[in-house]
């Protein structure tokens, strides 16, 4: 069912001195920041040939991201995205297989416009997984 990498995302305090490191020390193709307050994060985008990185932010009181940062104050990886072809599809497997879908099940659009849905952690090897339908 899972497809291609999208995207790992690196939660981090300060998005400016994350990202200048990308830039100056790795070379890489860095974006501006981009707030997506539906998410409670901003973003900045990595782009590499064959995947992307995402460094968040965490943005307003109720990001998801807070408790993480608090816990990791140096930045650590927080998530990894795979593409799906049928976001609905995956999420009524995942439901019937007993994985904890996030947020009620209800896909939200993610930060390349296209719909998103998370899934717990403790179902997952301790990590946190993004499905994009691609
Ligand atoms: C827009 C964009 C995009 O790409 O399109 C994005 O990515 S937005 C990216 C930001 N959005 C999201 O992350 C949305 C989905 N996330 C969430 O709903 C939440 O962050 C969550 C439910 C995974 C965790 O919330 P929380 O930290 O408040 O909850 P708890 O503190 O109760 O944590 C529950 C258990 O999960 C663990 N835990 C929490 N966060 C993570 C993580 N990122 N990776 C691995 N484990 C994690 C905790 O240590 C704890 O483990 P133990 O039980 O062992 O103590
Ligand atoms: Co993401």
């Known amino acids: 069912m899972i497809g291609r990498l999208n995207h790992v995302a690196i939660a981090v305090k300060e998005l400016a001195p994350a990202a200048a490191q990308y830039r100056n020390a790795l070379g890489a193709k860095v974006s501006e920041p981009e707030p997506l307050p539906d998410h409670g994060v901003t973003v900045v985008f990595i782009t590499?040939?064959?995947?992307?990185?995402?460094?968040?932010?965490?943005l307003g009181e109720a990001s998801p991201i807070a408790d993480f940062v608090a816990r990791n104050p140096k930045g650590a990886i927080h998530h990894i995205c795979y593409e799906v072809d049928d976001i609905v599809a995956a999420r009524d497997r995942?439901?019937?297989?007993?994985?904890?879908v996030?947020?009620?099940?209800?896909?939200?659009?993610?930060?390349?416009?296209?719909?998103?849905?998370?899934?717990?952690?403790?179902?997952?090897?301790?990590?946190?997984?993004?499905?994009?339908?691609?």
């Open 94 to 100: 995942l439901h019937a297989s007993g994985a904890r």
């Open 102 to 134: 996030l947020g009620g099940g209800e896909p939200k659009i993610g930060a390349h416009g296209k719909p998103v849905l998370f899934l717990h952690p403790g179902d997952f090897s301790g990590t946190l997984i993004e499905l994009e339908q691609a």
């Open 48 to 58: 590499l040939d064959n995947a992307k990185i995402e460094l968040l932010e965490p």
